[in-house]
């Protein structure tokens, strides 16, 4: 009776540390795998750009046709927060999907729709923005059709052309306001009341280089 009730003492005191050196090796497991912390996109008139943000430099590979790409990311994960598929329906993009896959790699699949060549490239840590994959998804026929415009502008009229820019944009806010307001946001509403205010004038015609929140 005696070494059976050590033996059961000593197995209430020995599976409880089991179960803590598990859960530590769990939790140990889970913090090395790169987190995927968002998919964001924004739409130019010539291009569309996604950014994939992740916690540490990624390690991926692609593979890309004429309908899809495939980004596959080794050892990492993705909160249950971002939605598995997402449908856009934006130039040149249908949806994006997140997948699990064997082995911690999450892979996510781009959908594209009308569009020209595509761009894959990786971003490191920079100014607070956390490590990133970029996609861009060039729109030909638009850029091809906004060239055709000023154009036609500069041969049909004697104006002075005038373009203004309205710097950063999409991914790149600018410098940041105590109320969290954004540069590039007051740029754009400046830059646009100047184009409104030269094309009321005889003699000048305005373009902006960004018309939108992008880069």
Same mark, same amino acid.
């Given at each position: 009776?005696?070494?059976?009730?050590?033996?059961?003492?000593k197995?209430?005191?020995?599976?409880?540390?089991?179960?803590?050196?598990?859960?530590? /090796?769990?939790?140990?497991?889970?913090?090395?795998?790169?987190?995927?912390l968002n998919?964001?996109?924004?739409?130019?008139?010539d291009?569309?750009?996604? #950014?994939?943000?992740?916690?540490?430099?990624? =390690?991926?590979?692609?593979?890309?046709d004429?309908?899809?790409?495939?980004?596959? /990311?080794?050892?990492?994960?993705?909160?249950k927060?971002?939605?598995?598929?997402?449908?856009?329906? &934006?130039?040149?993009?249908? /949806?994006i999907?997140?997948?699990?896959?064997?082995?911690?790699? +999450?892979? +996510?699949?781009?959908?594209?729709? =009308?569009?020209? =060549?595509?761009? #894959?490239? &990786?971003?490191?840590?920079?100014?607070?923005?956390?490590d990133?994959? #970029?996609?861009?998804?060039?729109?030909?026929?638009?850029?091809? &059709?906004?060239?055709?415009?000023?154009?036609?502008?500069?041969?049909?009229?004697?104006?002075? +052309?005038?373009? +203004?820019?309205?710097?950063?944009?999409?991914? =790149?806010?600018?410098?940041?306001?105590?109320?969290?307001?954004?540069? &590039?946001?007051?740029?754009?509403?400046?830059?646009?009341?100047l184009?409104?205010?030269?094309?009321?004038?005889?003699?000048?015609?305005? /373009?902006?280089?960004?018309?939108?929140?992008?880069?």
């Amino acid at each position: 009776m005696c070494w059976k009730s050590i033996i059961v003492k000593k197995a209430r005191c020995v599976i409880p540390l089991l179960v803590l050196l598990l859960m530590g /090796f769990l939790t140990s497991e889970a913090s090395a795998l790169n987190r995927i912390l968002n998919v964001r996109h924004w739409v130019a008139p010539d291009h569309t750009r996604i #950014v994939i943000d992740a916690s540490e430099p990624p =390690d991926i590979t692609v593979e890309k046709d004429n309908q899809r790409i495939l980004i596959d /990311f080794k050892d990492a994960a993705f909160p249950k927060n971002l939605p598995q598929k997402t449908i856009f329906n &934006k130039p040149g993009l249908a /949806f994006i999907f997140i997948d699990r896959l064997p082995e911690n790699r +999450i892979r +996510i699949e781009i959908s594209l729709s =009308d569009h020209g =060549d595509t761009k #894959v490239f &990786k971003l490191p840590k920079f100014e607070g923005k956390p490590d990133r994959v #970029v996609v861009d998804i060039e729109l030909p026929e638009v850029e091809k &059709k906004e060239t055709e415009e000023r154009e036609q502008v500069k041969t049909a009229r004697k104006d002075r +052309i005038v373009v +203004i820019d309205p710097g950063h944009g999409g991914d =790149d806010p600018g410098a940041i306001g105590w109320a969290r307001t954004q540069e &590039k946001d007051i740029v754009l509403k400046i830059a646009r009341r100047l184009r409104d205010n030269l094309n009321q004038r005889e003699g000048y015609r305005a /373009f902006l280089t960004r018309n939108g929140d992008y880069y």
